[in-house]
């Protein structure tokens, strides 16, 4: 007998299907902890890692890919450098943008959900990232503006202006993986 025929003969299907659960769970905490890597160092450094928290909320639903985001804050926290410049640890994650890094649970559960309930039909997409993308704007922003005490708007200008059209770049992106992915990979 093989592995995956022992596999299913002690835990059935249901363990399998927990099985591969697991797999993605951890490849797309990797894919997101690659996108932070790819990154034009600024104050708050210009990274993909928003494009692989869509792709992993719209691949994998609300429930796993909210999973999977998690466990990257958590490695961050415990300090495993996978935050953007191979940095980690708590500073970071309670730091001066930390909020934007707990806006990612915000921004894969809403692309998550309205891709499990609407399908991931270009409109569904696109709407749910720019929503997700809006509430992780909003709880980084309101958090940078408490741990710097700056003053709102400034945050924004801060924050969020110099980062509009790359994360618009970012959603057409990935619009356009999980599109093309979704037709060849069924996770």
């Known amino acids: 007998m093989n592995n995956t025929t022992d596999f299913q003969s002690k835990h059935g299907i249901a363990g399998m299907k927990r099985q591969a659960d697991l797999i993605y769970i951890a490849m797309f905490t990797a894919i997101i902890t690659v996108s932070a890597q790819i990154a034009i160092p600024t104050a708050i450094p210009f990274t993909l890692q928003t494009l692989g ?97 700056t003053p709102f708007l400034d945050s924004l200008m801060i924050c969020v202006v110099p980062y509009l059209l790359f994360d618009v770049l970012k959603i057409v992106v990935a619009t356009v993986l999980v599109n093309r992915l979704d037709k060849v990979v069924k996770l």
């Not at 994998?60 to 990257?72: E, F, M, P, T």
């Not at 996978?82 to 809403?110: E, N, Q, R």
Request: aromatic share 14%; with cysteine; proline share 1%.
């Open 53 to 149: 928290v869509f792709v992993t909320g719209a691949m994998l639903g609300w429930k796993r890919g909210s999973i999977s985001v998690c466990i990257y804050i958590l490695l961050a926290l415990v300090g495993v450098p996978v935050l953007a410049g191979f940095s980690g640890g708590i500073d970071k994650v309670v730091g001066i943008t930390g909020g934007y890094l707990f806006g990612f649970i915000f921004t894969t559960l809403i692309v998550g959900i309205m891709t499990d309930l609407l399908g991931k039909k270009l409109w569904v997409l696109v709407s749910s990232m720019v929503f997700g993308l809006a509430v992780c704007y909003l709880f980084g922003t309101v958090w940078f503006c408490i741990v710097s005490k």
